[in-house]
T-cell receptor, first 113, second 116 residues
């Protein structure tokens, strides 16, 4: 098992473009989380999946953001009409049932020009 | 609502000196508490966690933390700093025990600088 993977690791885009990030959790981890981390801050929760069901969304997740986890495996986070304020590190974490520890991926760093 | 406060955004120590990073939490239920470390341009790596077993928790790389309910604290220590300890450290609390989704609430982080 190679841990949580995220792709791409870096993304530079122009304001107004759409971007999509992918997260592959550790196999058999049915809980998956997305966080956003801006420079000099701690990560902030965005959304949570239990298998394929999206069970919690932060108010940080505006209408321009959408996340999916088809078949309860990998997850995607899409940002539409990107804004400069979306520039951040997007972190994915997974966890097995009945365990409190989350295992983080390396993150996707987004820069919106 | 749960929250975490890390006192001191930057801590500088000499190599071989004691490391002390402070974390205070707020939680209406017995908390799960974590310390994570983040190296530049990388994700978060778990250092240690408190889940209501022993109050003194030992983690990787010689770090340990003590849960003090009376002080609502979970400070991270290491007896002797090494150059490789230079990184960003985050304290976090989980809402799993509140019957919620288990999301982590992080402090703002402390940058540890180790001087030769």
């Amino acid at each position: 098992d190679t841990g949580v993977s995220q792709n791409p690791r870096h993304k530079i885009t122009k304001r107004g473009q759409n971007v999509t990030f992918r997260c592959d959790p550790i196999s058999e981890h049915n809980r998956l989380y997305w966080y956003r981390q801006t420079l000099g801050q701690g990560p902030e929760f965005l959304t949570y999946f239990q298998n394929e069901a999206q069970l919690e969304k932060s108010r940080l997740l505006s209408d321009r953001f959408s996340a999916e986890r088809p078949k309860g495996s990998f997850s995607t986070l899409e940002i539409q009409r990107t804004e400069q304020g979306d520039s951040a590190m997007y972190l994915c974490a997974s966890s097995p049932d009945r365990e409190e520890t989350q295992y983080f991926g390396p993150g996707t760093r987004l820069l919106v020009l | 609502a749960q929250s975490v406060t890390q006192l001191g955004s930057h801590v500088s120590v000499s190599e071989g000196a004691l490391v002390l990073l402070r974390c205070n939490y707020s939680s209406s239920v017995p908390p799960y508490l974590f310390w994570y470390v983040q190296y530049p341009n990388q994700g978060l790596q778990l250092l240690l966690k408190y889940t209501s077993a022993a109050t003194l928790v030992k983690g990787i790389n010689g770090f340990e933390a003590e849960f003090k309910k009376s002080e609502t604290s979970f400070h991270l220590t290491k007896p002797s700093a090494h150059m490789s300890d230079a990184a960003e450290y985050f304290c976090a609390v989980s809402d799993l025990r509140s019957g919620n989704t288990g999301k982590l609430i992080f402090g703002q982080g402390t940058t540890l600088q180790v001087k030769p």
